[in-house]
């Protein structure tokens, strides 16, 4: 059966939009790769799982893999809802079905803050990410704030061209990254590690330890970005297909890997002395591995896929960025401005310059402030980020059974009840061990780490408090936020023809010789379970 585009969402009030986005653009490996890309798997191993090693033990593999299947089971509820709602807003638009639209404006603020905040910080990673290849390989100082400012004009470049171009190019860096974790994996495979291989990291023993609370609050981060396969909606060919088939391949494909790979670097060094190598120097534990099992060559690529995977990941989170904008301007809650498209690249573009300007903003204050990109820039922008959309994740676990209690449909109760409640259970105890080690993720005072937390409820109830002026001043707004497009509301890439002067209207069939009429655009019928 070919897979067709949906409508196109309507555009905002009073506007005539001349273009849309390009629908039908994505399938399921175009998508992946934007929400792939957005996890970074080679900064997160090279960069964060030798502390999870270090604090977790040998188990911690186990702990990526416990992350992975509580994000398995989220997904299921969650692409139950992309079937029935197909507003561009999806986090927020899935939240306004289950919890009411005032609580779905505050998780659009949250959404906001997420991914800006998930986006941000890392251009202070790429500058000092470059600042240590260039040191690695050619010596070289090089400052940070010229390479992350280069960094927002390249990523916005990226966003600005059509979207499968941004694909294409995801694809590329991801096969880049990936590939040479798994040239790591393979050189260790092949030597038989330090001592032999063992399972001993998948053993109770070395899983339900003490350290494992923290391995799951670093798993966890490792995911972010996954989520984002429903923004896609309106690009991707047949999305009551892809983006379920998108968003259990990131799952199962991140948690895999990421365990896979841990437990490699595990077996590169023993059991034993993982742990004291770990400790030595952990940005150095998986270029020391690499340089072993496979060639010194192989540890200067890694430098080199280092920089690509950042970039990766800033214009994966740009791209979904935009699209939460575009949206929301298109609800009217953003200025409408927001919403233009642009004509040849069907981009939302001046959404993607207006995430840029913000994001110089924020770049050029850190450095004014003489901050450090890494353990300011990046940790304390990143960590309010990560936080919202756990809670984005968590209030959309909740919002599934009580829309589908409340909603005709044929979706069987692992769906809608089991599946959603279940996950709404272990997100929010994810939650809890992220705000109970924050310190590991902020590297900063309790009081830094206090504010960065309440960020998070601080814009959600803000979120509460637009919601009310909205419905009390823009009641006109407030009524049509998340609603899903109709085809009479879709507008259209080209206006329709004048007729010709002095051209007689056409006739209308009568009913002796009728004519076929076009079906309406109705969203399709709900699929049983896989």
């Known amino acids: ?33 934007f929400v792939v890309s957005a996890a970074a798997p080679l900064t997160v191993m090279a960069g964060v799982a030798p502390v999870a090693i270090l604090l977790g033990g040998v188990g911690a593999p186990a702990g990526y893999l416990l992350a992975g299947l509580t994000l398995a089971v989220f997904a299921v509820g969650f692409t139950t809802m992309s079937r029935h709602v197909r507003s561009g807003g999806a986090f ?27 986006e941000i910080g890392v251009y202070g990673l790429l500058g000092t990410t470059t600042a240590d290849t260039g040191q690695a390989l050619a ?33 590329i860096l991801l096969v880049a990254e990936t590939g040479i974790l798994v040239l790591l994996a393979a050189g260790v495979l092949a030597e038989g590690g330090a001592h032999g291989l063992s399972a001993g990291s998948f053993a109770p023993g070395a899983v339900l330890v003490p350290g494992t609370a923290a391995v ?50 595990i077996q590169a060094f023993g059991a034993e002395e993982v742990l004291a190598a770990a400790a030595e120097d952990p940005g150095g534990l998986f270029f020391a591995a690499i340089t072993t099992y496979v060639g010194p060559w192989a540890a200067d690529l890694m430098h080199v896929f280092i920089v690509t995977s950042v970039i ?30 642009h004509p040849r690249h069907g981009s939302p573009y001046l959404a993607g310059a207006a995430q840029t300007a913000l994001g110089a903003v924020i770049v050029l204050g850190f450095a004014l402030a003489d901050a450090d990109p890494y353990q300011q820039l990046l940790l304390w922008v990143n960590t309010p980020g990560m936080i919202g959309l756990m809670a984005l994740m968590l209030l959309a676990a ?20 089991v599946a959603p409640v279940t996950a709404a259970v272990l997100l929010a105890v994810a939650i809890f061990l992220v705000v109970s080690k924050v310190g590991l993720f902020t590297l900063a005072s309790t009081t830094v780490n206090t ?51 002095g051209a007689q209207p056409c006739p209308l069939p009568t009913p002796s010789s009728p004519e076929p009429a076009s079906a309406p655009s109705t969203p399709p019928a709900p699929r049983p379970a896989r």
């Open 312 to 341: 990766a990941s800033l214009l994966a989170f740009h791209n979904a960025i935009n699209r939460y904008v575009l949206a929301l301007s298109e609800e009217g809650v953003l200025p409408a401005a927001l919403g233009r498209v």
């Open 451 to 501: 504010v960065l937390v309440s960020l998070v409820p601080a814009v959600f109830l803000t979120g509460l408090a637009l919601a009310q002026r909205l419905k009390t001043r823009r009641p006109e707004v407030y009524a049509r936020f998340a609603e899903d497009p109709s085809a009479e509301d879709a507008p259209t890439a080209h206006p329709p023809l004048e007729p010709l002067e």
């Open 1 to 33: 059966m070919p897979e067709t585009p949906e409508p196109a969402h309507r555009p905002p009030a009073g506007a005539t939009p001349t273009t849309a986005l390009h629908q039908g653009a994505l399938g399921a490996a175009d998508i992946t790769f």
């Open 92 to 118: 927020y638009a899935y939240i306004s079905r289950g919890l009411g639209k005032r609580v779905g404006i505050g998780a659009a603020l949250l959404a906001l803050i997420g991914y800006n905040g998930m």
């Open 139 to 171: 010596g070289l100082d090089v400052p940070w704030l010229p390479v992350s400012l280069a960094g927002l004009l390249l990523v916005w470049y990226g966003g600005f061209r059509s979207i499968d171009f941004g694909a294409k190019l995801l694809g």
């Open 216 to 265: 799951l609050a670093f798993a966890f981060a490792a995911f972010t970005g996954f989520e984002s396969t429903v923004i896609y909606r309106r690009e991707a060919r047949d999305p009551d297909r892809t983006i379920p088939r998108a968003t259990y391949i990131a799952v199962a494909f991140l948690g895999l890997f990421y365990a896979f790979v841990v437990w490699t670097v």
């Open 398 to 417: 909740i919002a599934v059974p009580v829309y589908f209690r409340r909603t005709a449909h044929d979706e069987g109760p692992w769906r809608t009840l």
